[in-house]
């Protein structure tokens, strides 16, 4: 088993960058290496949206339609640390950055992940 922790978010105005990192804690069983990530994010009542996800050798990545083309997602050399790169932020892309780890599969849906971590507050101010 893991358990994701993710680190990086802070507040910042509208227009600069951020990168979160996603790794496993010390307790988790595994790293990341094997898995297939993706980071989701949510806002106080709203779904968990899925932002971006790699498979597990960093070969394929997919984003969501809001973030295409701004944020890109990347693993390391050793594939325990996957990180989120936000450019061009917007008071929209303000939420709680969750990370999320799967054995099979990166999926767009939430409700297919066991492994979660604590998330990460993102604040764009304008």
């Known amino acids: 088993q893991v358990q994701p922790v993710e680190s990086g978010g802070g507040l910042v105005q509208a227009g600069a960058s951020l990168r979160l990192s996603c790794v496993a804690s010390?307790?988790?069983?595994?790293?990341?290496?094997?898995?297939?990530v993706a980071w989701f994010r949510q806002t106080p009542g709203s779904k968990r949206e899925f932002v971006a996800g790699i498979n597990w050798d960093g070969r394929h990545t997919y984003y969501g339609d809001s973030v295409q083309g701004r944020f890109t997602i990347s693993k390391d050399d050793s594939g325990s640390t996957v990180y989120l790169q936000m450019n061009s932020l917007t008071p929209d892309d303000t939420a709680v950055y969750y990370c999320?780890?799967?054995?099979?599969?990166?999926?767009?849906?939430?409700?297919?992940?066991?492994?979660w971590g604590q998330g990460t507050q993102v604040s764009v101010s304008s």
């Open positions: 999320a780890a799967h054995h099979l599969s990166v999926y767009g849906d939430p409700q297919e992940y066991t492994y």
């Open positions: 010390e307790a988790s069983e595994r790293t990341l290496s094997g898995y297939h």
